[in-house]
């Protein structure tokens, strides 16, 4: 099974002409999205204008391409735009992954072969206010944010809304989530926003390590075929790697969608320590 793998698009009409453009030139089994599909915005209608403009193009013609795309969100991709790539969702143009397994056949198998794959869309809390797509990382950890923090308004035409100090506390932690993965039979894939922490896929422009402890002892403990990550843009051009293994799972970011070209990962699950390739494309003209 050949995937394609992108993240951090963040609105960026070209690269996501690109990303089409090269799951087809690839002849991808599937496209997978490591989240952040919108641009940073304030209040969620221009969001949605992408969505159903931009993004809703890319689902039809890839769909048109029988080439499935799954995705999860990320913590900058408002609510009622959430919501807008549910109902695609819904129309069948996309899945999105959570927390139970989807099962992916290997091309041509009776059955018996394939992967599953997980999502998770949460980061840990970052230094920006907007919090509804974040959550505390260990279970033990206490949110102690210097200023006060916001959610996204339920109307697309205004800004944020206030949120209790405590918001953080009264939701579960990553850590806690992601306990409620159940174990696979089959060889598994987690697509999680967030990269594991202390490696070089999160090392962050302010000299820190931006990712998640809790994904990296899930990764540790559970030891997947291979995890897919994104969030922190520029960590494998700080670190010079964009994969590396934790024990014996090959985990990857391959940096965000900029100007002028898409970074992408292809890969092959049934080979896929001799199959991974970092794809850098300049602007299609689709």
């Not at 963040?10 to 599937?30: F, I, K, N, Q, T």
């Not at 999502?119 to 206010?129: A, E, H, K, L, S």
Request: proline share 8%; aromatic share 6%.
């Amino acid at each position: 099974m050949k995937l394609v793998y992108a993240t951090d698009l963040h609105g960026d009409r070209a690269a996501y002409d690109s990303l089409a453009d090269l799951a087809r030139a690839e002849r991808a089994d599937a496209v997978v999205l490591g989240g952040d599909l919108f641009a940073h915005s304030r209040y969620a209608a221009p969001q949605l204008a992408f969505a159903e403009g931009v993004l809703l193009r890319f689902l039809r013609l890839l769909t048109d391409a029988r080439i499935p795309v799954l995705t999860v969100t990320g913590n900058v991709d408002l609510r009622a735009a959430v919501e807008r790539v549910r109902e695609f969702e819904r129309d069948g143009l996309v899945r999105i992954l959570g927390l139970q397994p989807l099962y992916l056949p290997f091309s041509g198998t009776d059955g018996r072969g394939g992967v599953e794959i997980v999502g998770y869309p949460y980061v840990p809390p970052t230094p920006f206010r907007l919090k509804e797509n974040e959550r505390r990382d260990l279970t033990a950890d206490r949110y102690e944010g210097p200023w006060p923090i916001f959610l996204s308004s339920p109307d697309p035409e205004q800004e944020r809304i206030g949120a209790p100090d405590d918001y953080l506390d009264r939701l579960p932690s990553i850590e806690e989530d992601l306990a409620m993965i159940p174990g696979t039979q089959r060889p598994c894939i987690l697509v999680a926003h967030a990269p594991p922490w202390g490696c070089g896929l999160d090392r962050s422009s302010l000299g820190v390590h931006g990712g998640s402890r809790a994904v990296r002892r899930w990764i540790e403990n559970r030891q997947p075929l291979l995890t897919l990550h994104g969030h922190i843009h520029e960590s494998p051009d700080l670190s010079g790697r964009w994969a590396e293994r934790i024990g014996s799972t090959i985990c990857v970011n391959p940096g965000a969608a900029g100007e002028p070209m898409l970074q992408a990962v292809v890969l092959e699950s049934t080979r896929l320590a001799h199959s991974l390739a970092h794809a850098v494309r300049g602007r299609s003209e689709l």
